[in-house]
Each structure stands twice: as structure tokens, then as C-alpha cells.
């Protein structure tokens, strides 16, 4: 059974930094193209950074470029999303995702399994 499990989430203030980890059981994990997303209250989910299965490509939603970072390491079958410079409108619940891909996935409905989900606060 495919599992995805995100942690790092927490209460920070604006201009702090986190630090996301997914750890997958997706085997063999370098097979799977990984994405973020985050969803805000009221909002729809929204794209936030992918990384192709070799991690050599990603792509980001502009209102994070040059503030997020997302990598894998595919020994330890996980992903990270590093956040900083977190912004108020940075506050959702992030998730973390996998599909079996040969590129990188953008459009959340192509994702075939998700995590259950990390809370990011970002008080201003």
C-alpha cells in the first residue's frame, strides 16, 4: 500500500522558515514524480513546487519562486519543501503527493496518492 507521510508543519512568523519532509513508501520511489500543494480555508488546492523522479527538474507557482526549495532524496524515499521567507498568505495545510511520471506533474487531479497533510501557520 502506497503511504505518504508530511511533517515539519508549525506555528512561525513572518520571515521565519520551515522545513517540509514527506516520507513515501511508493517502491521503487525514483519511478514517481513528486508534487506540494497547499490549501487554505475557502480556498481550492493550489500547485506549490514539483520535482521530476531523478530530481533534476522542478517547476514552482510564481508566488513562491526564489523563496521555496523543494528536493528529494530518493535513498531515503523523501521529499522536502523548503519554505522561506514565509509570508501570512504562505498559511495552509501542505500536502505532498506522488505519481508515476516520467515529468514533472503540476495538475493535482493527475496525482494518484497523497499524504493526510501538514498544518503551516504563518503569523504576521
Known amino acids: 500500500q502506497v503511504q505518504l507521510v508530511e511533517s515539519g508543519g508549525g506555528l512561525v512568523q513572518a520571515g521565519d522558515s520551515l522545513r517540509l519532509s514527506c516520507i513515501t513508501s511508493?517502491?521503487?520511489?525514483?519511478?514517481?514524480?513528486m508534487g506540494w500543494f497547499r490549501q487554505a480555508p475557502g480556498k481550492e488546492r493550489e500547485f506549490v513546487a514539483a520535482i521530476s523522479r531523478g530530481g533534476g527538474h522542478t517547476d514552482y507557482v510564481d508566488s513562491v519562486k526564489g523563496r521555496f526549495t523543494v528536493s528529494r532524496d530518493n535513498m531515503k524515499s523523501t521529499v522536502y519543501l523548503q519554505m522561506n521567507s514565509l509570508k501570512s498568505e504562505d498559511t495552509a495545510v501542505y500536502y505532498c503527493?506522488?505519481?508515476?511520471?516520467?515529468?514533472?506533474?503540476?495538475?493535482?487531479?493527475?496525482?494518484?496518492?497523497w499524504g493526510q497533510g501538514t498544518q503551516v501557520t504563518v503569523s504576521s
Open positions: 503527493a506522488a505519481v508515476r511520471s516520467l515529468e514533472i506533474v503540476t495538475t493535482p487531479e493527475r496525482y494518484d496518492y
Open positions: 511508493p517502491r521503487p520511489f525514483s519511478t514517481y514524480a
